[in-house]
């Protein structure tokens, strides 16, 4: 009986410690879901600065369970693209919400990095957002990420100078090059036209832009073929040589990215520079030199063409191996939304990708040339929206460099190039 008794007594002690575990464990679990889960997002450094400012906090402070975590990547969109590709090759990415380039996303959405947003948003929501900027990021008909801005490359010039020597703003390349040629002044360190001519990313954009105002094209994204071997490609690259055989452009220029040319234009030493509108409100801050003198169209085109403004932007996807994918939806979900781009919009000037913002009365208060803007976001030339468009690019900006820098022929350089797009197509 007193063996039964003690038996008895140790199997009351075990379940007594077993139920104390339960509840100590089950007690703990909901602090430890209380910790803040971190989403972590890389974005080039200039971009970086105006979401500090302001977007993340609010989201924070609305949701005080979510934190973004910023990671400052380096200015170039090519060498950003390799630290997410690198990171997703190597398994187990440590970014949760990838910022993407339009470029980007067929060759993520092929790799399958990215997790499918189609049925998280509708089309009607999706509506509110400028097409293209849309289109940029469906791929196979999905849509893997959701519209943050858009940008559109534009021609900014010195409207005091030009209205002081009595020029119109240039409508064609011939325009372009007399006006630099007049107001060009080598006294001043003053330049006619800067533009970017690095072998990076960025030379591709500019010289989509130069290309369909020669009524030229890369790659035709419904049947592939390649253009870069029509003489309007070579006429796009005399022209770019020619600026800096006749002095309007520095010989520098073809190791400039975006940030080098804005630098030369707002201190007074270029008449004409091709950028995005990025450089708007810094051009037009009070300490800036040019503040108030400046004005924005555009690109030129040849006395039959049509001015092509290149579509650039960024976009708010999720990775497909984040552990946090309902944070992440809602992080994107304020991000885009028109209260946020709002306010992103009203601090750095960039482009929204939501059309009614254009109009806004408080943005165009700030930014009076927004409504125009909208119309060449409408008529925005995509850089060809292809899964090896990485290979595509870096093919063009290797050929169009040694072009550039006179280590071949125009001819030569996009014959290369033509025929390797092909084979890379072909693949
Ligand atoms: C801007 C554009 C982007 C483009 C890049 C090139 O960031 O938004 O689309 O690829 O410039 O430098």
Sequence with gaps: MRKVLQKLKFRVVVIFLIVMFGVAFFSVKPAQTQQPVTLN??????????????????????????????VEGPNATDLL?????????????????????????????????????????????LAAFSEKDVEGRRYKGKLYAIPMRSDVGMLYYRE?????????????????????????????????????????????????????GFGGYWVNPETLEVGLDRPQTVEAIEFLKNTIQIGISPPGVTTYQEEETRQIFQ???????????????????????????????????TKNGSSGACLGGWALGISK??????????????????????????????????????????????????????????????????AQYAQASDILQRYLSAALTNRITPEAAMKNAASETRQLLRR
């Design 160 to 212: 005091d100078l030009l209205k002081e020597a009595g020029f119109n703003p240039p409508e064609s390349f011939d325009d372009l090059i007399k006006i630099s040629q007049a107001l060009k002044d080598e006294n001043k360190g003053r330049w006619g036209y800067v533009w970017q001519g690095k072998q990076y990313e960025g030379l591709a954009a500019m010289f989509v832009e130069i290309l369909e």
């Design 267 to 301: 201190n007074e030493n270029s008449v004409f520079l091709r950028n995005w509108p990025y450089v708007w409100p810094l051009a037009n801050k009070e300490s800036s030199p040019i503040d108030g003198k400046i004005a924005i169209k555009p690109m030129v085109h």
């Design 41 to 70: 997002l890389l974005m080039t450094a200039p971009d970086a600065e105006p979401w500090k400012q302001g977007i993340i906090k609010d989201f924070e402070t609305k949701n005080p369970g979510i934190k973004i975590n910023i």
């Design 81 to 125: 693209e390799n630290l997410y590709t690198s990171a997703f090759i190597l398994g187990d990415s440590p970014y949760d919400l990838i910022n993407m380039d339009v470029v980007w996303t067929p060759k993520f959405a092929a790799a399958n990095w990215l997790l499918d947003l189609t049925d998280k948003i509708t089309e009607a929501e």
């Design 321 to 386: 191996s984040t552990k946090h994918p309902e944070e992440a939806w809602k992080a994107i979900k304020y991000f885009t939304s028109e209260e946020a781009q709002r306010k992103f919009v009203l601090q750095a000037g960039f482009v929204p990708s939501r059309r009614s913002l254009f109009l806004d009365p408080q943005i165009v208060a700030k930014y009076p040339h927004y409504p125009q803007l909208l119309k060449v976001v409408d008529k925005a030339v995509l850089r060809p929206p292809i």
